[in-house]
């Protein structure tokens, strides 16, 4: 059985990571099976194509314009997702993962510029919603963590 990881809908995305244009990623694999997801055919770990070192350099590459990596999920197996984070920060990119869980391996987190945690929740809503569940944190160094107010469009300290 193959160590990658496989992915879908690699798309240049605005609004995802404040102030970033980031080339995102669906990994496939997701097993939370979120009511309302918009990517449930990624649910099957096989879904779409294997992400390999050289299919993510060719695609970093492709979009150099970008400032970020984002990825949707991969939790299932975190070695490979934390070698494909070193591979993107070998670009200078910064990086960015959106998870359903409610916390992240230390080691994942030191690899992130920013994350998303929280399950989705249709009723409610996603990030920008007052009554979400879900947090984008942005890593600012090791012990310095920020939590973005998408109604204020602020980043708030929650953690020195």
């Known amino acids: 059985m193959s160590n990658n990881l496989f992915f879908s809908n690699p798309q240049v995305v605005l609004q995802e990571v404040p102030d970033e244009l980031s080339l995102a990623i669906s990994i496939s694999g997701c ?5 309302g997801c918009h990517s449930s055919e990624t649910w ?5 194509s294997e992400l390999t070192d050289t299919i993510l350099r060719n695609l970093l590459t492709k979009h150099k314009h970008i400032s970020c990596l984002l990825i949707y999920d991969g939790m299932h197996n975190v070695d490979r997702l934390t070698e494909l984070l070193v591979i993107a920060k070998s670009f200078n ?3 960015a993962m959106y998870t359903g869980l409610n916390v992240l391996e230390l080691e994942l987190v030191n690899l992130l510029d920013y994350y998303k945690l929280g399950k989705y929740d249709k009723q409610l809503g996603g990030l920008s919603s007052t009554t979400t569940n879900q947090r ?4 600012i160094q090791p012990n310095a963590i ?3 107010n ?3 469009k602020q980043w708030n300290i929650v953690h020195t």
């Open 44 to 48: 099957d770990k096989s879904y779409g």
């Open 93 to 95: 990119l910064k990086t």
């Open 136 to 139: 984008l944190y942005k890593v």
């Open 31 to 35: 097993n939370l099976g979120c009511s």
């Open 146 to 148: 920020h939590q973005y």
């Open 150 to 152: 998408f109604q204020s």
